[in-house]
């Protein structure tokens, strides 16, 4: 018998609810992955740890275990109840009830950290973020997470498989896309486990695997503008069948196609080339190229 899978559906029914398909709910009930996921996020007692989209609070449970304090971003107000109820003797439990989207992690974390030099609690010095995402907003989530440039050690998620696959290619590779670069570049991805659908309650539609983003130390390329370098790549990426100068031309980053070719020319780069095979270097270097034009 799955103790978790009774456990979830006792839940549901105690609290008379069911799960919100548009709100991406689909329950873990897979205590190995659970084991899995805790483990592979190596938290201690000095770590500050959020969650995003707590549910019912499974993964919660485990983490208050782990961690130096939790905090959880829901957005669903009916699980405030249910996580209140499960949690309130847990004194390293915090509930924000939000679209994770509209916090401003940044002042949160900052907040956290010097809040708890102070009190009781162990000293955090490290922040870690693990969710269960909700599917329908992974992409913005993990560009809120990276291009913030919060505090932040790494990002151990959740998600459904062909964006997990996308997250953890290297730039140039087979499922990149202009999302892939953005993850190279902010830190090192790697994945820890392919999870099949009968794995949560409901079943999604779709398989899912648990990804790490281990948040670089240092810059991996040197570029004067991120936000110009990432919207020429997505300019590329928006036309990906397109070569990088075709794709570029209308984007009004350049003065003309002959622009775009020379400055190719000069970087030692083919002028056929398409913008999916270039690599973050190629990408920094353009960038830069342009900001000194
Ligand atoms: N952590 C639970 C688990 O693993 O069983 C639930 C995970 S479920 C895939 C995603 C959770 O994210 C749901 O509880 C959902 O209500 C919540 N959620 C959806 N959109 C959100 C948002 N914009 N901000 C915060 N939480 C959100």
């Known amino acids: 018998m799955n103790s978790l899978l009774e456990e979830t559906k006792f839940i549901l029914k105690k609290y008379g609810i069911t799960a919100n398909k548009s709100l991406g709910q689909n329950f873990l009930i897979n205590q190995e992955i659970i084991n899995e996921m805790i483990e592979k996020a ?7 740890v959020i969650e995003i989209g707590p549910g019912l609070g499974t993964l919660t449970k485990e983490l208050l275990e782990k961690a130096g304090k939790v905090i959880a971003i829901e957005l669903d107000k009916r699980m405030l109840e249910i996580l209140t109820d499960r949690f309130k003797l847990y004194k390293n439990f915090e509930l924000i009830n939000e679209d994770v989207l509209k916090v401003n992690l940044k002042e949160l974390i900052k907040h956290e950290i010097i809040q708890n030099k102070e009190g009781n609690l162990p000293i955090l010095n490290k922040v870690k973020i693990v969710a269960n995402l909700p599917y329908y907003i992974t992409t913005p989530i993990i560009m809120k997470l990276l291009e913030e440039n ?8 959740m998600v459904q498989k062909e964006v997990a696959d996308r997250l953890i ?8 896309g202009a999302i892939t670069y953005a993850v190279y570049y902010y830190a090192i991805a790697s994945e820890i486990v392919k999870v099949m659908p ?3 309650i409901p079943e999604p539609s779709v398989e899912s695997k648990i990804i790490k983003l281990d948040i670089r130390k240092g810059n991996i390329v040197e570029v004067e503008d991120e936000d110009l370098m990432f919207k020429i790549i ?3 990426f928006m036309q990906r069948r397109k070569t990088f100068v075709n794709a570029l031309e209308k984007s009004n980053i350049f003065k003309s196609k002959e622009h775009i070719v020379e400055m ?3 970087l030692g780069i083919n002028e056929k ?8 270097k190629d990408y920094a270097n353009i960038t830069n190229y342009v900001t000194k034009m």
């Open 234 to 236: 997505k300019y590329a």
């Open 169 to 176: 290619e290297e730039p140039g590779g087979k499922n990149s």
């Open 150 to 157: 919060l505090p932040i050690e790494s990002i151990t998620v």
């Open 273 to 280: 080339i398409r913008g999916e095979v270039l690599s973050l």
């Open 198 to 200: 009968n794995s949560f």
């Open 42 to 48: 190596q938290i201690s007692e000095s770590d500050l």
């Open 264 to 266: 190719l020319k000069k």
